[in-house]
């Protein structure tokens, strides 16, 4: 599995409702409103509620949406899900410090939340914080051993910030748990780089 799979597995679990709403609107947008409905439906996930046209072909629909829910998620900071929408909304145009805003505000209303917290591992890791990506990694390790994703995430991290002996760990964790991971032979050749220097 390479690092775009594991990054769209991710965001598919936590946001497949955004992801599957911009899909349809970027649909209607390319080939026309010939069949609004029909197009969302196919993208969204089964117990999805319907999504109406309003919004499609309409960017600045879309702008005022995305702006409606990162308002709600400041002005309401207890609902968890507002959080979570919001820091999906920035992670997607890549602004990972506030969607790792957002990701630690849910974190603390939900500290046993398991997405949330494999979630701040990769958005860290995309972010260029390895220490901080694998911390959270680590954590989510500690709720559930056997997520390959995190395990690759992991191994991900250790390499990009240089620390051999951690890399070495993480991959053969990987492996113990899905010796056929794609990402393995990936892992194994940027830890002999790694180790050469």
């Given at each position: 599995m390479n690092r775009e799979n594991l990054l769209f597995a991710i965001i598919g679990i936590l946001f497949g409702f955004i992801v599957g709403f911009m899909s349809a609107s970027?649909?209607?947008?390319?080939?026309?409103?010939?069949?609004?409905?029909?197009?969302?439906?196919?993208?969204?996930?089964?117990?999805?509620?319907?999504?109406?046209?309003?919004?499609?072909?309409?960017?600045?629909?879309?702008?005022?949406?995305?702006?409606?829910?990162?308002?709600?998620?400041?002005?309401?900071?207890?609902?968890?899900?507002?959080?979570?929408k919001?820091?999906?909304?920035?992670?997607?145009?890549?602004?990972?410090?506030?969607?790792?805003?957002f990701l630690l505000k849910a974190n603390e209303l939900q500290p046993t939340d398991y997405r949330t917290v494999a979630v701040l591992g990769m958005v860290n890791l995309d972010a260029g914080h390895f220490d901080t990506a694998e911390k959270w990694y680590r954590a989510a390790l500690k709720i559930k051993q056997d997520d390959t994703m995190v395990l690759s995430g992991l191994a991900a991290a250790t390499l990009g910030k240089g620390d051999a002996k951690a890399a070495a760990d993480a991959i053969a964790q990987l492996e113990k748990v899905d010796p056929n991971s794609e990402d393995l032979p990936r892992f194994r050749d940027q830890l002999a780089t790694l180790k050469s220097k």
């Open positions: 970027i649909m209607n947008q390319k080939y026309g409103p010939s069949s609004p409905t029909a197009s969302a439906s196919q993208a969204m996930p089964a117990d999805h509620p319907p999504v109406g046209a309003q919004n499609a072909g309409n960017p600045q629909g879309m702008q005022a949406e995305v702006q409606e829910s990162i308002a709600k998620a400041k002005n309401e900071p207890k609902n968890f899900d507002a959080q979570l919001a820091a999906e909304l920035y992670y997607q145009i890549q602004r990972y410090d506030q969607a790792i805003e």
